[in-house]
């Protein structure tokens, strides 16, 4: 399952409107099969591991980050029906799927058809795997991750606006791994001014996956995809994660609109002093409303900066 899960990986950012799932068939204790959801959500993991296994496939068990399919779409047949006919005899699933054509039908009719089925296996990672679409099918919107890079004293520019660099180009490396691995990215007006931001992915090999460019912004620009409101996101299809890279007024809307699901504070050994704070008004109150919403996910140095990520509690 480890191994399914590093290839449903590979699809991360890169899937929607489906869910990114890998697979591996194993058959006397060797892999004859792998596959992972590919970029725009076909051909399936299971497909692609199967028709690499050829006649392996018979008598193996597939391991599977999500339960196989069950319903027949004008893209493709059924990945259950896929694995009935190619004679696995066991399945060992993640989870279940809650998309309601699939919702336990997968594994009914797998074990109608005799497939051994277990599911559960390190459900909690496979969940965190396909956030993006669970976030989409529970809340109706992409999952949301807000980016911010700050200095010491939480700035994110001088006061005339300048905020290239604060941080070093690790962190900026990370920014851009981490741009691949969502589907479309947003920016406010203000930054699309101050920077004229390319917003692409500028890592070697990874150049194809630049996500689509979104503009926040009341007035729609020539050339970018324009959103009126934070809450059109929903609107945006074909995008089950959306990074979000400010600047403040931007990261300040998403917040106060309690759509960020993640959060990536890079901070940078400066002080800035007199400057640009990172947010404005997100709708506090209270103090306590502030505490118990967010939780440390992973922290680590790049370069000389600090990378801290939260997601909510
Ligand atoms: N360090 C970092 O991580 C980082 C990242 C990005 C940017 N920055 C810096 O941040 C500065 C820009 O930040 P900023 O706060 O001035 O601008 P911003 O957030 O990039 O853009 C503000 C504009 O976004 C639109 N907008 C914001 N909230 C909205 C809402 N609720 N509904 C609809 N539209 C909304 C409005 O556009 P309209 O007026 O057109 O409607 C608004 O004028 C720049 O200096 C940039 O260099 C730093």
Redesign the pocket.
Known sequence: MGAALALADRGVGRTAPNPNVGCVLVREGRVVGRGWTQAGGRPHAEAMALAEAGEAARGATAYVTLEPCAHVSPRGPACTDLLIAAGVARIMAAMGDPDPRTDGQGFARARAAGISVTTGVRETEARAMIAGFLTRRARHRPFVTL????SLDG????P?????W??GPDARAHTHLERSRHEAIL?????????S?RLDVRLPGLESHAPRRV?????P?AGWET????AAIASLAGVDRLMV?????????FL??DLVDRLLL?RAPILIGEG?A?L?DIGLTRLAEAHGRWRLADARMLGSDRLEVYERD
């Not at 503009?215 to 007035?219: A, D, E, I, M, V």
């Open positions: 980016k911010l890079a700050t700035k994110i520019a001088r005339d606006g300048e905020s290239r604060i941080t920016v406010g007006r203000g930054t699309l001014e101050a920077d931001p503009l926040l912004s009341r007035t620009e959103i009126p409101s934070p890279e400010g600047g403040a007024q931007t990261a300040s809307a106060a609109g890079y640009r990172a404005g």
